[in-house]
């Protein structure tokens, strides 16, 4: 079992940058490659960025590609978005999320646990 709670998320306007962090509880962290997804009002939740276990390899949305870092500090047992020249568009609740094994899917079903979201509000 892992509880996930993510942290981090904001109001920040058009250009800026924010910080997510997720905190895993138990100590498998290593254990599960981790995602970010997010999920802006009357859309599906979509892909953000993935993580293997070791940290080793990242992917990430065409959308966010070469704005968006995800890293880990699995002594921590944290996963860690860093968000730059944040736009309207990326406004949405964000989510973390744990999937037993070494690479991390652009699936959402592919995931086990989730936490509960953390707003980002970008405004223009």
């Known amino acids: 079992q892992v509880q996930l709670v993510e942290s981090g998320g904001g109001l920040v306007q058009t250009g800026g940058s924010l910080r997510l962090s997720c905190a895993a509880s138990?100590?498998?962290?290593?254990?599960?490659?981790m995602g970010w997804f997010r999920q802006a009002p009357g859309k599906e939740r979509e892909f953000v960025a993935a993580i293997t276990r070791s940290g080793g390899a990242t992917s990430f949305a065409d959308s966010v590609q070469g704005r968006f870092i995800i890293s880990r500090d699995n002594g921590k047992n944290t996963v860690y978005l860093q968000m730059n020249d944040l736009k309207p568009e990326d406004t949405a609740l964000y989510y973390c999320?744990?999937?037993?094994?070494?690479?991390?899917?652009?699936?959402?079903?592919?995931?086990?646990?989730w936490g509960q979201g953390t707003q980002v509000t970008v405004s223009s």
């Open positions: 138990g100590r498998t962290f290593g254990s599960f490659a």
């Open positions: 999320a744990a999937q037993f094994g070494m690479y991390g899917s652009r699936r959402s079903a592919d995931y086990s646990y």
